[in-house]
């Protein structure tokens, strides 16, 4: 039988068991003699196909068998007992994602140029990495098996891309049939087996907005609280998507989607208790309406969706700038209380004149989108620090269109700018390096980018970069 969705999303052989990539030095791991390589195939006699099989099999378990294959073919058994919540000290290999059996309308896949990084062409659909990373699946193409082991293993939450609870709307919008697009029984049955869900909507104008949202909210809703939120985020086309379906989303229809859903969100916030249903931060951007309130968005269920990253932003600047007060007020009682002791010795002057601590001079690098957010509070650093620090918006060229988030600036957007930088370094998001390789997502690498640079880059969280500065002094690339 063909289906889509056990497919492997590279072309790589799945061999039975889970294969471990690193020993901790002075683990229980390696006094094993556990090696990476060694692949553990089976747990108490019980199968593993992969890292969740293994974290299932093992969890609450003291006295462990396991099966192991050595990478030359030979197979062994390991019998030991562990303390309750021994470490094992052992990492293991990514898990390879299965892929969708979807066309949707939208797919960020078929925004992306030709040259992309292959890794973004990959429509991966995956209830485990749902679970482990917060990834959306649309559950359309979910195998019997693959529900029954999210039961079974309690790979809860979910993270489901509905979009639009009205069948043809849903089947339209993912480019499957309506027998396929119909995920109702399979949510009842993830909800009646206590699987939580959090969903999501990509908002397109004209397709599932106005009535077709609201049905879908209140529908979801119903649902509460084991279907704990749901995120609407507004659909972002680059100018390779050229489907003539889509229509791009524009401040006026934000303005109008805010205030349909604002209605709403005071309606769930009486009746349920919370906010339920949140609007991408892009949506409150691009309408010019002020960001909602820290307790707009409870306990971030869907920051990692763009949804309250602002605000948690703004709140940890707060923190940031109250701390960094602090620490300077600190240091100068200290200063003053050394020098105002009976017992303390007076300098003398110093005929050698003092240098000057050189203040914190740099360009901050950002996408269109964040750049104005970020200007004021790094104006409010400067006023404080006396820091000179600039925020610089950078076009994305690399995907254009809609595209305005720093996440996927290129190296090729970053060299467009280079003669705008000022100051003595460049800071730019760190996430826009691949996490296993410096490399940039148009493919030029992070030292032929540094070579090009006038200045030297720094890739560090801005929040981190900043503690470590405090507006005064050297920097360190
Ligand atoms: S957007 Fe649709 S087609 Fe693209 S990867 Fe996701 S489910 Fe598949």
Same mark, same amino acid.
């Given at each position: 039988?063909?289906?889509?969705?056990?497919?492997?999303?590279?072309?790589?052989?799945?061999?039975? *068991?889970?294969?471990?990539?690193?020993?901790?030095?002075? &683990?229980?791991?390696?006094?094993?003699?556990?090696?990476?390589?060694?692949? @553990?195939?089976?747990?108490?006699?019980?199968?593993?196909?992969?890292? !969740?099989?293994?974290?299932?099999?093992?969890?609450?378990?003291?006295?462990?068998?396991?099966?192991?294959?050595?990478?030359? $073919?030979?197979?062994?058994?390991?019998?030991?007992?562990?303390?309750?919540?021994?470490?094992?000290?052992?990492?293991?290999?990514?898990?390879?994602?299965?892929?969708? =059996?979807?066309?949707?309308?939208?797919?960020?896949?078929?925004?992306?140029?030709?040259?992309?990084?292959? &890794?973004?062409?990959?429509?991966?659909?995956? +209830?485990?990495?749902?679970?482990?990373?917060?990834?959306?699946?649309?559950?359309?193409?979910?195998?019997?098996?693959?529900?029954?082991?999210? +039961?079974? #293993?309690? !790979?809860?939450?979910?993270?489901?891309?509905?979009?639009?609870?009205?069948?043809?709307?849903?089947?339209?919008?993912?480019?499957?049939?309506?027998?396929? =697009? /119909?995920?109702?029984?399979?949510?009842?049955?993830?909800?009646?087996?206590?699987?939580?869900?959090?969903? #999501?909507?990509? !908002?397109?104008?004209? +397709?599932?907005?106005?009535?077709?949202?609201?049905?879908?909210?209140?529908?979801?809703?119903?649902?509460?609280?084991?279907?704990? &939120?749901?995120?609407?985020?507004?659909?972002?086309?680059?100018?390779?998507?050229? /489907?003539?379906?889509?229509?791009?989303?524009?401040?006026?229809?934000?303005?109008?989607?805010?205030?349909?859903?604002?209605?709403? #969100?005071?309606?769930?916030?009486?009746?349920?208790?919370?906010?339920?249903?949140?609007?991408?931060?892009?949506?409150?951007?691009?309408?010019?309406?002020?960001?909602?309130?820290?307790?707009?968005?409870?306990?971030?269920?869907?920051?990692?969706?763009?949804?309250?990253? @602002?605000?948690?932003?703004?709140? &940890?600047?707060?923190?940031?700038?109250?701390?960094?007060?602090?620490?300077?007020?600190?240091?100068?009682?200290?200063?003053?209380?050394?020098?105002?002791?009976? =017992?303390? @010795?007076?300098? #003398?002057?110093?005929?050698?004149?003092?240098?000057?601590?050189?203040?914190?001079?740099?360009?901050?690098?950002?996408?269109?989108?964040?750049?104005?957010?970020? *200007?004021?509070?790094?104006?409010?650093?400067?006023?404080?620090?006396?820091?000179?620090?600039?925020?610089?918006?950078?076009?994305?060229?690399?995907?254009?269109?809609?595209?305005?988030?720093?996440?996927?600036?290129?190296?090729?957007?970053?060299?467009?700018?280079?003669?705008?930088?000022? $100051?003595?370094?460049?800071?730019?998001?760190?996430?826009?390096?691949?996490?296993?390789?410096?490399?940039?997502?148009?493919?030029?690498?992070?030292?032929?980018?540094?070579?090009?640079?006038?200045?030297? @880059?720094?890739?560090?969280?801005?929040?981190?970069? !900043?503690?470590?500065?405090?507006?005064? $002094?050297?920097?360190?690339?």
């Amino acid at each position: 039988m063909y289906e889509f969705a056990v497919t492997p999303a590279v072309t790589q052989l799945r061999r039975p *068991g889970v294969i471990i990539t690193e020993v901790t030095p002075g &683990s229980l791991g390696e006094e094993l003699e556990l090696r990476p390589s060694d692949r @553990i195939v089976r747990v108490n006699g019980r199968p593993v196909r992969d890292y !969740l099989d293994f974290r299932f099999q093992t969890a609450g378990e003291s006295e462990l068998v396991f099966q192991v294959k050595r990478a030359g $073919g030979e197979s062994y058994e390991v019998e030991f007992d562990r303390e309750e919540g021994e470490d094992l000290g052992l990492m293991f290999e990514q898990i390879v994602p299965r892929q969708c =059996a979807n066309e949707c309308l939208f797919c960020f896949c078929k925004g992306n140029p030709d040259d992309a990084r292959p &890794s973004l062409f990959v429509r991966d659909e995956d +209830i485990r990495l749902s679970f482990l990373y917060g990834n959306y699946t649309t559950l359309s193409s979910i195998t019997p098996d693959e529900m029954n082991r999210v +039961i079974e #293993q309690r !790979l809860s939450p979910q993270y489901v891309s509905v979009h639009a609870t009205d069948l043809k709307t849903r089947a339209y919008m993912l480019g499957v049939d309506e027998i396929r =697009a /119909d995920i109702s029984d399979k949510l009842r049955r993830l909800l009646d087996n206590d699987i939580e869900i959090h969903a #999501q909507v990509v !908002l397109c104008p004209e +397709i599932n907005d106005g009535a077709i949202l609201e049905k879908t909210l209140r529908d979801l809703a119903a649902h509460h609280p084991k279907v704990v &939120s749901t995120a609407v985020v507004p659909v972002a086309l680059t100018r390779y998507n050229t /489907d003539e379906r889509l229509t791009r989303v524009t401040p006026e229809f934000c303005r109008r989607t805010i205030k349909q859903v604002e209605k709403l #969100q005071r309606e769930f916030r009486k009746g349920l208790g919370v906010t339920f249903a949140f609007l991408g931060d892009e949506i409150y951007i691009k309408a010019g309406v002020e960001i909602p309130t820290r307790r707009h968005y409870g306990n971030y269920p869907q920051i990692e969706d763009g949804v309250g990253m @602002i605000r948690s932003f703004l709140s &940890s600047f707060e923190r940031l700038l109250r701390d960094v007060e602090a620490g300077r007020r600190s240091r100068t009682e200290t200063a003053a209380n050394v020098r105002t002791h009976p =017992a303390a @010795i007076k300098p #003398q002057a110093d005929p050698i004149e003092t240098p000057q601590v050189r203040k914190l001079n740099g360009t901050i690098i950002t996408g269109e989108m964040f750049a104005p957010i970020l *200007g004021e509070q790094i104006a409010r650093f400067n006023a404080l620090t006396g820091a000179g620090l600039t925020v610089l918006a950078v076009p994305n060229t690399y995907f254009g269109g809609d595209v305005a988030v720093a996440g996927l600036l290129s190296g090729q957007d970053l060299l467009n700018v280079k003669d705008k930088i000022t $100051g003595d370094f460049a800071l730019i998001p760190p996430h826009i390096i691949k996490s296993d390789e410096p490399v940039l997502i148009d493919g030029m690498q992070f030292d032929d980018l540094k070579a090009r640079f006038p200045v030297p @880059i720094i890739a560090e969280d801005i929040f981190e970069f !900043l503690r470590r500065n405090d507006g005064e $002094g050297r920097v360190s690339a």
